[in-house]
Structures are given as C-alpha cells and as structure tokens.
C-alpha cells in the first residue's frame, strides 16, 4: 500500500510513527496526538489517504464510545486498527491508521468531529450511541451537533450503514435520512436533552416503551435488534453473560453487535468474544490500593453519571472523585444535573479537587456523605467503587496498582 503513495504521504507517516515513538520513549503520554498533528502539517489530506482500502467502522456519541469500540474490536476478531488510548479527534484518527496496516479499523470519534471526518474516512458503518450534554463550558449544544450529523449521514453525503439507538430522539433525528438505517431498541433513560422535538420545539412524549412529537417525529418501529432481558438480533434471541457491568454495557454491546452483523461476523460468534471482556481501558477493572479492593468507573457528564449510580449494587461503599482541568471541564455545576438518588444507603466519600462542591450537591440531595482531603489516609481494607471524572479518574489508576 505505501509503494503506491505520494512522497509527501510516505513522508507524513513516517514522521507521524516517528514523532509519535519518541513521544512515548520521553513519557509524553501515549503518543498519539503529536505524531497526528505532525503527519497532517506534512499532508493535511493524509487521512483520506491511509483510511482508502480499509474496512471502517466509525463510532460517537457522548457516552460509551471507548466501550463500544473496544467491544468491536474484541467482536470483530483477528488484527483490528484502533484509537483505543481514546484520542479521538482527526490528529488520533491520523495516528491510529499510520501505527497500523490491518485492513479493518474501529474508530471513536468525539460528537463535534464526526461530520469533519467521515467523508475523509469513508466508514462502512457508523454507529450513533447517544447525545448528551458533555462539559457545559466546552461542547456545543447538543441540536446543533445532531444537525451536523444529520447532514453528514444524508444520502447524497453518505452511502454507508448507520446503525442507530432509537431509544434517543437526537439519535433518530440525526439518522432518520440516512441511505441505510439499522435502528436497535434501547429503552429510553436519560431524556432531559431531548425533551423537545428537534424539527417543531414541542414537547416529546415518553411512555409504553416509545416516544413521540405531535408533529409525527416518534421512535421508529421496525428493528434490527432489541434490548431487554435477552438480546434480540437477526430473528434470534441470546442471553447476555457478559463481564461487563450495568444495563448500559448491554445497549453498547447491541448497538456493537448489530454493526458486526452488517460486517459479516456472526453474532453468536461476537458475543462470545465479547463475553470475555473484565476491562476497558482500566475502567471496570479491579485494582489494589493499600488493602482495599477498587473498582474504578469513568463518569464525566450528567448521563453518564446517572447511569453508572444505577448499575451500583445496594451493599457497594462508594468514593466519588471530582476534578475540574481542562479535560474535565473548568464548570462542575453540572453536577445539579445529575440524579443521585441511587446514592442513599450508601457509604459515600467525596474527593478531588472539587470535593466540597460535590459534597455540597449531595447534602441538597439528601445523600449523607464525608469529604477527604487526603486519599491515602483512606487505606484500609474492603471493597469500595470509585466514580471519577476524566483527570480524577487518572490520578485512581496511577495511585492504584491492579489486581
């Protein structure tokens, strides 16, 4: 493939792994970021380039992109390129495809990029999760990326396969125009973001399963797959079994599954891999600090969050750890967003940086909780589930050691 390249795109790459590997050897993160932006002052078209010939499957949303990839990863089987340090903007798209020649790739990409990249990376499929608010002093307001996406995926743009959670109105919304729509059945939690139509203004309505505007925008009714208490695909129903925790981790595993599907691998085949999976990126995983035995959760905005709460099992001791860098979001108001009722009856300890904000939001809500200066005076022995944001979240995996 490189021998039938321009000089600049055989330049590019190489300056892109380059650049990128001694990155990594002076521990300047993961060593993706740089080598993409080096790659692209060279050959600003050097996506289009080394994305041709390859199977993509494209994944966004606000939540669950990084589980999702990785669960399609893990379907799909054999080599697979991959963001999977979770660089997902052009200049990782960039790195992701120069580390590797595999024919096949998963990417993630984040909400405000999808309609930049996707006519650079011609995906075979794109998967739309959700869409959400993210951090209030950095995304968009979340209509108007819905509106980006739907342009993108309109049918003189894209010709591809969009698979599709029809449980989001801004989901159905951004799809409901596209060449080739497979919608997945997903019951509908958080709704504080698509509580309006996004073609009329009015109010959606919620109940029985459904949704729907007076204007005649509602859920589709034809589905190419279903979450309930087994998953329901191709005219076949499976048990779930899977490692990971939370209702949540299923609807990304069917959304997974149904763009496998439409990539030729079996589904009683995917699941099986998928089954396999205890970790994504540290987050699930087990890890040792001092006596006590984590389990660390990655939450970052209002629905992630929620969702996470819920998947908390009764007896669970809880540690909830707020930061607010650049990379988390500089506003932790966001945190009046969030439902914390799942918190009662449970131990709850408040950390970071943000930790008296945190503290003051769960006494509003009636959540008894304590607020630790210093995390290693909380060494000692048991289980305990840490809920971080981005940096908070970092600095648990560096402090922790796994199991």
């Not at 342009?151 to 698979?163: D, I, K, N």
């Not at 396999?276 to 006590?292: A, D, H, K, P, S």
């Not at 009856?345 to 003051?360: K, M, N, Q, S």
Request: charged content about 20%; hydrophobic content about 40%; glycine content about 10%.
């Amino acid at each position: 493939m490189e021998s039938r390249r321009s000089w600049r795109i055989r330049l590019a790459v190489r300056a892109v792994r380059l650049v990128n590997a001694t990155s990594r050897r002076l521990g300047r993160g993961s060593g993706t970021v740089m080598g993409g932006r080096a790659g692209l002052l060279i050959a600003p078209r050097i996506l289009e380039d080394v994305s041709r010939g390859r199977d993509i499957i494209l994944v966004t949303g606000t939540n669950g992109k990084t589980t999702t990839s990785a669960m399609l990863r893990a379907g799909w089987g054999g080599e697979v390129a991959g963001n999977d340090t979770g660089a997902n903007m052009i200049q990782g798209h960039v790195a992701a495809l120069c580390a590797s020649n595999a024919s096949r790739a998963v990417l993630e990409t984040d909400e405000s990029w999808m309609a930049v990249v996707i006519s650079s990376l011609r995906p075979r499929v794109v998967v739309l999760l959700n869409l959400s608010r993210d951090q209030l002093d950095r995304a968009n307001e979340v209509r108007r990326i819905a509106l980006g996406w739907r342009e993108c995926l309109a049918p003189e743009t894209y010709g591809g396969v969009v698979v599709a959670n029809a449980g989001d109105p801004l989901v159905v919304f951004a799809a409901q125009e596209a060449r080739h729509v497979r919608w997945v059945d997903v019951p509908s939690s958080w709704r504080d973001d698509a509580a309006s139509c996004p073609h009329c203004t009015r109010a959606i309505t919620f109940g029985d399963g459904g949704w729907s505007c007076e204007c005649g925008f509602a859920k589709p009714r034809v589905f190419s797959a279903s979450v309930g208490a087994t998953l329901e695909i191709g005219g076949e129903s499976f048990e779930w079994g899977l490692a990971l925790p939370g209702s949540f981790n299923e609807v990304n595993a069917a959304l997974a599954l149904t763009a496998l599907a439409e990539c030729g691998v079996e589904v009683a085949t995917a699941l099986t891999r998928l089954r396999t999976m205890t970790t994504v990126q540290g987050r699930y995983g087990l890890r040792r600090f001092g006596g006590r035995t984590l389990r660390l959760l990655l939450a970052k905005n209002p629905a992630g969050t929620a969702a996470l709460l819920a998947s908390l099992d009764p007896e669970d001791e809880v540690w909830i750890a707020i930061n607010a860098q650049l990379a988390d979001g500089r506003d932790p108001s966001w945190l009046y967003d969030v439902d914390f009722d799942n918190l009662k009856g449970h131990r709850v300890t408040c950390l970071g940086e943000r930790r008296l904000d945190l503290a003051t939001r769960l006494t509003y809500a009636g959540i008894d909780c304590a607020v630790v200066d210093e995390p290693e005076s909380l060494q000692g022995e048991g289980s305990v589930t840490v809920v971080a944001n981005y940096t908070a979240f970092r600095e648990w995996m560096g402090r922790s050691t796994p199991c």
